[in-house]
């Protein structure tokens, strides 16, 4: 049994944790010897007294800005053991963007990797002061307008060499109730928010989530999601570490062949993933073979040579990410109904969880093994989480998903309105998100309140569940359902790659014909499978793919009647 954490800051989480598991591997690339516990407890300490002797104390913020890598979280619990606060920045985030991040919040000092460095000219108009690289080699700086402090992390450690026993050194003393981030979300509503998370909303949520996968000191984390995003954060770094586990960092994005290369070598057991990473790989190895080939489609008719074939094809896909994945964790957008279904079918090792940047982030999921959770549905809420639905309607009790706990956020920063906006008189939090309640006590998401589209008939439409029947479809790669005077119309963003490799040698015209037929066969589909008040009057082609999240949602509100095309 994993010994239970005591700590209520991430600061003492550290220590804590650097303490029972000095000797063992914590963090690493993925293709590199890792550091251990006590080594990454030394490296904060040194680097928290860097930032002590650049004048940064208690409330000061401190942004981050680069891609994954043991130096990122290095670079966090340096800040919240000098107390400060830190203020994660979204690497896809334009220079606009991070702009915005670094003037709203009123940061110090800035940890960059020379890769982001270069989206910036000018901080002249921010009050940074300081700028620490995060690479492991100097870096020539771009023209920055500000007097700089330049290191990458491992020269910062030599430039401290003054503090030999720099674990002995004490972290700023810190309570559950202050605050650790701020992160600005990249939302699907268009309005950037900036979220005040405490010490103790992070490690509420870490203990909370302990018990929903058999975790254990010996597993391998292979991180691929940005640590900037709270899901990444939480479930992907605090979480694995509170196991005493190691984590590992791509050093290139995770392309298929790349992850597949990896996964050869790392061997990972667990592996933190958004739905579209399996629903490609669904697409691209699965529903070709289950299909387009006749025998195959037969024979899934019988019970014995099935179950056979999903072995196969369970086989292949533990085989593609190294052989032992104990928990493939999937959350951060919905889930395809059709691909979930096929991956509980062939029993792959998957967790599905729903939470918000809100919320640290995780309220509901799993737990592993429960087999009353079913295909589509979200699982159980999480120990010392409450939720509610309010106002629930119809004959499934769909209402707004409200949320109540220690993980609950502290309010908006510098924005009391928008913070009164969402917690109601008794201090729940109105998530914004619809759903239910099934009768094994499940949670199940339907869609967003804003998203619901209300028909001239009174009927209600969730265009996330038409947007589901369009996604499983083989050569729909990404789909998005708006209402247009009263009539429903769907954008599809074909995968271009199977429509080439079906009209290689054709002419222009024919190849335009087909992608006709094409659309024409989605529409079918997919009226064939709708209610009559929710069939489709229109799909149109889209030529490039949508603007998303950093968890691959859609940016919905730049096509929306008064957004842009």
């Known amino acids: 049994m994993m010994p239970e954490i005591q700590s209520r800051t991430l600061n003492d989480l550290l220590e804590e944790l650097a303490g029972r598991y000095f000797d063992r591997a914590a963090l690493g690339w993925a293709n590199k010897a890792p550091i251990s516990y006590g080594e990454f407890m030394d490296r904060v300490s040194r680097v928290a007294e860097l930032l002590r002797e650049s004048g940064i104390g208690h409330g000061d913020r401190v942004a981050i800005l680069g891609e994954n890598s043991p130096n990122w979280g290095i670079a966090y619990f340096s800040i919240v053991r000098v107390g400060a606060v830190a203020v994660p920045i979204l690497p896809d985030f334009p220079e606009s963007d991070i702009r915005h991040v670094l003037m709203d919040s009123e940061s110090k000092l800035l940890f960059a990797t020379s890769r982001q460095l270069e989206k910036i000219d000018d901080l002249g108009c921010c009050q940074i002061k300081y700028v620490i690289t995060l690479d492991d080699f100097q870096t ?49 509503s268009g309005h950037s928010k900036a979220v005040m998370l405490t010490h103790g909303n992070f490690t509420a949520n870490v203990k909370s989530t302990r018990g929903l996968a058999p975790v254990t000191r010996d597993f391998i984390f292979l991180s691929m999601l940005p640590l900037s995003h709270t899901y990444e954060f939480t479930v992907g770094f605090l979480y694995p570490l509170s196991h005493g586990a190691q984590i590992r960092y791509l050093d290139r994005p995770p392309t298929p062949r790349v992850l597949e290369e990896i996964c050869g070598q790392l061997r990972p057991h667990a592996i933190c993933s958004v739905p579209l990473i399996l629903e490609k790989i669904f697409k691209k190895k699965v529903l070709p073979l289950l299909e387009q080939k006749r025998l195959v489609r037969a024979a899934l008719r019988i019970p014995l040579v099935r179950r056979k074939i999903y072995r196969k094809i369970n086989d292949s896909l533990m085989g593609f990410f190294g052989g032992r994945l104990e928990v493939m964790a999937v959350g951060g957008a919905p889930f395809n109904f059709e691909a979930e279904r096929l991956f509980r079918a062939i029993g792959f090792p998957y967790l599905v969880g729903y939470g918000l940047t809100e919320t640290a982030p995780l309220l509901a999921g799993g737990p592993m093994g429960d087999a009353s959770i079913q295909v589509g549905s979200i699982g159980k809420v999480i120990p010392g989480v409450q939720i509610r639905i309010h106002e ?46 099934d009768r094994n006590d499940n949670l199940v998401i339907t869609g967003r309140c804003k998203n619901m589209i209300l028909m001239s008939n009174g009927e209600n439409i969730f265009p996330e569940a038409i947007e589901d029947i369009l996604n499983s479809m083989m050569l729909v790669s990404e789909a998005l359902v708006l209402e247009r005077n009263g009539r429903l119309e769907a954008w599809i963003y ?55 999240t950093a968890t691959s949602k859609i940016k919905r509100f730049l096509y929306t009647r008064d957004g842009t095309v």
């Open 392 to 437: 629930p309607g119809g004959d499934l009790g769909i209402g707004e998903i409200c949320a109540k706990g220690e993980n609950v956020m502290k309010g908006y920063y510098k924005n009391p309105r928008q913070t009164e906006e969402v917690f109601d008189e008794e201090g729940w939090l109105h998530t914004g998100d619809l759903g239910y309640f």
């Open 140 to 188: 020539e700086l771009p023209n920055i307008q500000v007097q700089t402090f330049s290191h990458t992390l491992e020269r910062a450690l030599d430039f401290i060499k003054k503090f030999p026993s720099a674990i002995g050194l004490k972290s700023r003393q810190v309570s559950e109730d202050d605050l650790a981030s701020i992160i600005y979300t990249s939302g699907t």
């Open 494 to 548: 074909l995968d271009y790659d199977l429509v080439d490799s079906e009209t290689r040698g054709r002419s222009e015209d024919e190849r335009a014909k087909y992608i006709d037929q094409v659309l024409a066969r989605i529409k079918a589909e997919a009226n064939a499978r709708l209610s009559t008040y929710s069939k489709l009057s229109l799909i149109i082609e889209r030529k490039e793919p949508f603007t998303k």
